[in-house]
């Protein structure tokens, strides 16, 4: 269950739910995670799948949540970065990328850059997959991520409960859980 958690973790983080130097600390070694992770470079990236509907209709035979997992695994695959996968949104993936030891900001944009257009390479020859990966924002620690999306939350709130209200219904149909998505409703 560690993954999940700490995808959890950065979902928070990305998302200004975790609001205190103090409360990152704390939450990031709950998660069995180095104090040190608290002060790397971080960047929020997005994978977005190009022909997307057209890729899932007539290329991949295994449905959507597959792919999602194909994309992440191949993007997991490094001793460099870790991308934790923060959200999934029809052709769009968002990940928080920290570099798996301490280097400088610039030094992880250069690297992330060669990374990148090796996993483009590799999922076209793969899978026949057309990625464009964009790297949205460079933050100097998980610290200043954490700043950031914090203040920006506040205005959030509303709208990621009723975004959160969608995802408990839509997940309780797609389960055939009918008197769960009756009480969402």
């Not at 939450?27 to 899932?56: L, R």
């Not at 409960?161 to 859980?177: D, F, G, P, R, V």
Request: charged share 25%.
């Amino acid at each position: 269950f560690m993954p999940i958690l700490r995808e959890q973790f950065f979902a928070e983080v990305a998302n200004g739910k975790i609001s205190s130097r103090q409360q990152l600390r704390e939450q990031a070694a709950k998660h069995s995670m180095e104090q040190s992770i608290c002060g790397m470079p971080c960047t929020f990236t997005e994978v977005h799948i190009t022909e997307y509907h057209s890729y899932i209709t007539n290329k991949w035979k295994y449905g959507r949540e597959t792919l999602y997992t194909a994309i992440k695994n191949l993007l997991s695959d490094t001793a460099d970065f870790s991308f934790q996968l923060i959200k999934t949104e029809g052709s769009v993936m968002s990940f928080v990328v920290v570099p798996t030891k301490h280097i400088s900001i610039k030094t992880l944009e250069d690297s992330l850059r060669l990374y990148i257009m090796k996993i483009t390479r590799q999922a076209f020859e793969l899978f026949g997959l057309l990625l464009f990966i964009d790297n949205k924002r460079f933050f100097s620690s998980l610290f200043e991520m954490m700043e950031h999306t914090s203040s920006k939350a506040e205005g959030r709130v509303a709208s990621e409960e009723y975004a959160n209200k969608i995802h408990q219904l839509t997940s309780n149909i797609k389960m055939y859980k009918v008197d769960e998505a009756r009480a969402v409703l």
